[in-house]
């Protein structure tokens, strides 16, 4: 182990993810000496870019454009001609978008003075990291300090007949059973499709599949869809998702898994009996877990759970020179959470004393409607002991909304009785992405419905509906029919 002042580094960043690429990039801006490592010279930026977050939208984006093609009607804009879509045109498109990000996340590395090193790590002491490059060289780098940002893989139930061919590479099957990395590289739309759960993976790919002509079916074990959501934002999603053609099975779970004739004979036990599903594909969105195998953290003493790596509030692990950001701490699985981690680490390692609040974390979802929230939902409120006041407000009322086309769904507001203490904020519904960062601001400065309801909301806008959802919890929402 190199000695203190000697080390090549200060901070090493295992992984070049929304966690590992903005942590180097904190830390150079600090002054420390940084090394960022990502394993393959293709995937600067991570999964969320290369396979994940970014691909997908760009998918999502080309569904919607057609959608709005094919109801321009409505606006009284008139097309002529057969309306279609190229599917090798739209993952073209994807494609471009991604490595133009790629390209963008290796040139502020550069501009930052990062050392970039293509190869896999792994710890040999708390100040020392061995990586092995695509070609087997090796080298060995010491830093004062080491981020892991390593992320995740997907779960795989244990179904009988789910498992992938071994010899399949990332992005390819050849038996039909896909993840995420299958989806984002598809070559062609499958006519039929099972998704395996309805969290954010599962449903943003059946709907976007679903768009392009698919016939699609999607499998859940819980009770709901969004296990982890508001329930009744949940309800209306999936109200919204049937009326699209999408067949969703709750409180039901995938059995078995059977190849017949080039297609997935896959069992499904639901509510109403065993169902028999012949499709084409199998996508598998049932989670994620935490990636750190191959990094030897388990020589070195690092704690880790089911979950992932264990980091305190200041994202440090037991190991004081090894912090953890991102889905490898098996935290909120969210690539934003994960990039402000990276800054709170960084900063900690640079003699800062800044803890991880997680309270005003949103997540979204971008299907059409999109659903968007932050804080806690009624359930989790309640199961808390809080004394629990909600209200409501539709988008269908909203002259911006109704200019637009697109009065589906409302916002929710979640609050305390007692002080007006705001807890949650959940919106379905146009732009729902867009809009929760009201709420995210709200609850991060810790205001009350009260303030909400006082803050002036521009009209005509949807915001609209974020103020007389707050109206509402008070029973003086002013757009609200009275019962």
């Known amino acids: 182990m190199a000695p203190t002042g000697e080390f090549d580094a200060d901070i090493v960043v295992v992984g070049s993810g929304p966690g590992g690429y903005v942590a180097a990039i904190r830390a150079a801006q600090l002054g420390a000496r940084t090394v960022c490592i990502e394993r393959e010279a293709t995937e600067w930026g991570g999964t969320c870019l290369n396979w994940g977050c970014i691909p997908t939208k760009a998918m999502i984006a080309s569904v919607e454009r057609l ?14 001609g057969e309306i279609g879509f190229d599917f090798a045109k739209m993952m073209t498109r994807k494609t471009k978008v991604v490595t133009t990000l790629r390209g963008g996340v290796s040139a502020l590395l550069k501009s930052n003075h990062v050392r970039s090193i293509v190869g896999t790590g792994k710890m ?60 984002v590289s598809a070559k062609a739309c499958p006519k039929t499709m099972v998704v395996i759960g309805a969290g954010a993976v599962g449903l943003e790919f059946g709907y976007t599949f679903r768009n392009l002509g698919a016939e699609v079916d999607i499998v859940e074990i819980a009770p709901e869809i969004l296990p982890t959501g508001d329930r009744e934002i949940a309800a209306e999603l999936r109200k919204a998702l049937k009326k699209q053609g999408i067949r969703i099975h709750v409180a039901s779970k995938v059995a078995k898994v059977e190849q017949k004739n080039g297609l997935r004979v896959v069992t499904v036990e639901t509510p109403e009996g065993v169902k028999t599903l012949e499709v084409e594909v199998v996508l598998v969105g049932a989670g994620r877990r935490a990636y750190y195998d191959s990094l030897g953290l388990e020589a070195l003493g ?26 490898v701490t098996g935290k909120m699985l969210l690539a934003h959470l994960a990039s402000h981690q990276g800054i709170v680490a960084a900063e900690n390692i640079m003699g800062h004393t800044k803890k991880m609040d997680y309270r005003a974390v949103p997540a979204p979802i971008y299907t059409v409607p999109e659903v968007a929230s932050v804080g806690m939902s009624e359930e989790e409120a309640r ?26 769904g409302m916002v929710k507001v979640v609050a305390e009785r007692k002080y007006g203490e705001l807890l949650g904020v959940h919106i379905i519904g146009p732009y729902a992405t867009e809009m929760i960062h009201e709420g995210v601001m709200a609850i991060k400065l810790e205001s009350t419905v009260e303030e909400l309801m006082d803050a002036i909301h521009a009209h005509p806008t949807l915001a609209e509906a974020v103020g007389e959802a707050a109206l ?7 757009h609200k029919l009275k019962r």
């Open 383 to 408: 199961e808390k002991n809080y004394d629990v006041i909600t209200g409501r407000f539709p988008f269908r009322p909203l002259g911006r909304a109704m200019a637009l086309d697109v009065t589906e």
């Open 124 to 183: 040999v002491d708390p100040h020392t990291i061995e990586i092995t490059a695509p070609d087997g060289k090796t080298e060995r780098v010491t830093s004062k300090a080491f981020i892991l940002a390593t992320g995740s893989v997907p779960v795989f139930p244990p179904v009988p007949g789910l498992q992938r061919d071994p010899k399949d590479k990332r992005g390819e099957s050849s038996n039909g059973i896909w993840t995420s990395d299958e989806a």
């Open 472 to 478: 509402d919890v008070k029973g003086e929402a002013i």
């Open 67 to 80: 959608n709005h093609v094919k109801e321009a009607d409505v606006m009284g804009v008139t097309i002529s």
């Open 302 to 327: 690092v704690q880790t759970t089911k979950r992932g790596v264990e980091v305190n509030e200041y994202l440090q692990t037991n190991v004081p020179s090894i912090y953890a950001i991102g889905d």
